[in-house]
């Protein structure tokens, strides 16, 4: 019987040493597939790293070939933009350089392209024509392509891959206000980004008497005013010159600037114009021609690297979702597959259509776009492809060539995105920012991190209207912890119904606002209301340090209340102090309800002043001066681990360094962990 249950013991465990044979090889064989799986994937991984770097070396040679290949006779047109404060004419002015020969029944060749109005060369020559017979300019441009953005902050922030769109500027200054907050604000801007700019002194026709000579250059029309006008016009063209100067900025009128002033680069030209009756409006196209040709001509030259940015991203019924973009460089066709930048990523698509409007603006019938099969830069157009709805304004274009590698061109589009993704706050506590497009994203994710005192972290941002699904993702930080930052802001954006309606429930605030500074005053003002507040609150718990000695001449009461003459020898003594005597084994004396000094109350005496205190004890009304305490012993605030901690995080900017050095004494004295 034994030697048959031994037998059976023994087939037993060989049997499971078989079974666990079997196991183990089949472990083996999985982790051997698993590794192998996982090198195919490395190395697929490596290849398509090494594809995506030739990709970009290839592209980045051609793009240096081409860069080479420019020509000074090969020029593209000139961006313009206008800037200034509200009501100095931009909008007017821009209408009045748009339809100077609508009269005779035709916008001639003025065509109105995507969010810019766009000049042929013949036109340009035709309204300068007045003025060119006694300026002599030989215009070479093809064009001009000034934006219709009046006064858009983002504007200057559209940056086509690291560069910035406008190439030129006009600054509208009213003559008769001089320059206002928003001049000022743009002036910095232009002289950042080191865009060149002519000062258009507009509302010339106010001066006092003015004989209006409709769309004359200005010389002509100031020959024909009396004596006084031309007076009071120089006068207010010599204080807004004064005015510039202020910021920096030299400048004289046009004509009278000589030779070594147009060569001085940071010399402004001033123009004055009327942009209801038209006067100067020539010399502002002239002149802007002139710059361009003389100064800019460098990077005017056209170059065959695509350079495009979306301007906005609109739905057309008949077409669908279209993307206007702006082609400041290079060529798009149709056909081409081209990449755009999404929140989720790279976008590849097939350019459907490449449309323009016709050369008759009033037409906004969707039949009569003009279809094109290229574009050359620079000129706005409309796209027409698939999947375009989560485009991003202010994003660049790209298109994949025959010889590049699709996953160079996506990362490059990305690039601009995932630099800012890359500066979002880390700790994941922070705002959420949207913005109209991306440079404006930038624009005001910079001023949040680098011109506001303390920064603003942001920890989602977002481009377009706001949803309600971004409310839901920002309010989950108020179960961080962190409610204040359960916060929009909003830049130049919509606000959609619903979204307002849950921000409501769930407690997010959504500041919106057309200008960055705005927006920035009304998230302060909301901090400091929430940190005043938040003071209020912690007041009872956090206790200042201080150190007091007892004036034994200055006793003016002994107990219940006790009021005593003190100085301040470490520290800040606030009402509502708890005092109380370490020498005595901690023996409190009671609280600080009032500080006077020469017969006025106050809430607080700082290191080295002598005051009177009183003190009340409820705990304890029989404490009292000279019998369990006295002026040999020195008073100290009774702090705790709580007091502190409210100090550290309600107080910090109240105390100075050897303040909490104080703190780390007392924290010696209490045995404070």
């Known amino acids: 019987l034994i030697e048959k249950e031994k037998r059976q013991e023994q087939e037993r465990l060989a049997r499971l040493g078989k079974e666990r044979a079997e196991r183990e090889r089949i472990e083996a064989e999985k982790l051997a597939e698993l590794k192998a799986k996982e090198e195919e994937e490395n190395k697929q991984l490596l290849l398509l790293a090494q594809k995506r770097e030739e990709g970009k070396?290839?592209?980045?040679?051609?793009?240096k070939a081409n860069l080479e290949a420019r020509t000074r006779d090969d020029l593209r047109c000139p961006i313009v933009v206008i800037m200034g404060h509200v009501d100095t004419g931009k909008t007017k002015l821009l209408d009045k350089i748009r339809k100077t020969n609508v009269q005779e029944g035709e916008a001639g060749g003025i065509t109105?392209?995507?969010?810019a109005t766009y000049f042929e060369k013949k036109t340009l020559l035709t309204q300068t024509e007045k003025l060119n017979e006694t300026e002599k300019f030989n215009l070479t441009l093809p064009g001009m392509l000034v934006i219709d953005t009046p006064g858009h902050e983002s504007f200057t922030n559209l940056r086509s891959r690291g560069s910035s769109l406008c190439d030129v500027a006009i600054l509208v200054v009213d003559l008769m206000h001089g320059l206002e907050q928003q001049t000022i604000e743009s002036l910095t801007m232009l002289r950042k980004r080191g865009t060149p700019f002519v000062v258009a002194l507009n509302k010339i026709d106010r001066c006092y008497d003015w004989k209006t000579c409709k769309d004359t250059p200005i010389r002509d029309a100031l020959k024909v005013q009396a004596e006084g006008t031309v007076q009071e016009f120089r006068s207010r063209a010599d204080s807004a010159k004064l005015q510039l100067q202020e910021q920096g900025v030299n400048s004289n009128i046009y004509w009278e600037m000589g030779d070594e002033d147009w060569t001085n680069s940071d010399f402004v030209p001033l123009v004055p114009t009327s942009a209801v009756t038209g006067e100067g409006v020539q010399d502002i196209l002239l002149l802007l021609c002139q710059i361009a040709q003389r100064k800019l001509w460098r990077q005017l030259m056209w170059c065959a690297n695509l350079q495009a940015t979306v301007l906005e991203v609109k739905a057309i019924d008949g077409l669908g979702m279209t993307v206007d973009v702006l082609v400041v460089n290079g060529y798009l066709r149709e056909g081409d597959k081209a990449v755009f930048c999404t929140l989720d990523g790279p976008v590849v698509t097939e350019i459907r259509g490449l449309?323009?409007?016709p050369p008759s603006r009033e037409m906004r019938i969707k039949s009569e776009y003009i279809h094109h099969k290229e574009i050359k830069g620079a000129l706005g157009v409309k796209l027409i492809g698939n999947g375009l709805e989560k485009?991003?304004?202010g994003t660049p274009v790209m298109v994949v060539g025959e010889y590049d590698e699709e996953e160079d061109i996506k990362q490059e589009v990305m690039s601009d995105l995932s630099r800012l993704q890359d500066k979002l706050s880390t700790d994941k506590k922070g705002v959420m920012v949207q913005a109209s497009t991306l440079g404006a994203l930038e624009a005001l994710l910079q001023f949040l991190r680098e011109e506001t005192k303390p920064p603003?972290?942001?920890?989602a941002i977002g481009i377009g209207t706001i949803h309600k699904r971004d409310v839901t993702k920002i309010s989950i930080m108020n179960e961080k912890g962190a409610p204040e930052f359960a916060t929009i802001l909003a830049f130049d954006v919509p606000v959609e119904r619903d979204a307002r309606e849950h921000a409501n429930d769930v407690n997010v605030r959504i500041f919106t606002a057309d200008i960055i500074y705005h927006l920035f005053d009304q998230f302060?003002?909301?901090?400091?209301?929430?940190?005043?507040?938040r003071r209020e609150d912690a007041a009872g718990i956090a206790v200042f340090p201080s150190i007091v000695k007892i004036l034994p001449q200055h006793v003016f009461n002994q107990k219940d209340p006790i009021i005593v003459g003190v100085e301040v020898v470490e520290g800040i003594l606030k009402v509502g102090t708890p005092l109380c005597v370490p020498a005595l084994g901690g023996l409190t004396v009671g609280v600080v309800t009032s500080i006077e000094c020469n017969g006025r109350e106050q809430e607080t005496a700082k290191k080295g002043t002598s005051v009177a205190i009183k003190i009340v004890n409820e705990t304890n009304p029989t404490i009292t001066y000279g019998r369990q305490f006295d002026a040999s012993h020195s008073l100290y605030s009774q702090l705790s681990r709580a007091s502190?901690?409210?100090l550290k995080l309600h107080f910090k900017d109240k105390l100075e360094n050897e303040d909490w050095r104080l703190v780390v004494k007392l924290k010696k004295v209490f045995n404070i962990i």
Do not use: C, H, Y
Request: aromatic share 2%; net charge neutral.
């Open 57 to 63: 070396k290839r592209r980045l040679e051609q793009e």
């Open 112 to 115: 109105q392209q995507i969010g």
């Open 355 to 357: 449309l323009t409007p």
């Open 391 to 393: 485009v991003m304004a």
């Open 456 to 459: 603003i972290p942001v920890s």
């Open 524 to 533: 302060t003002r909301f901090m400091e209301q929430l940190t005043e507040k």
């Open 644 to 646: 502190i901690d409210a």
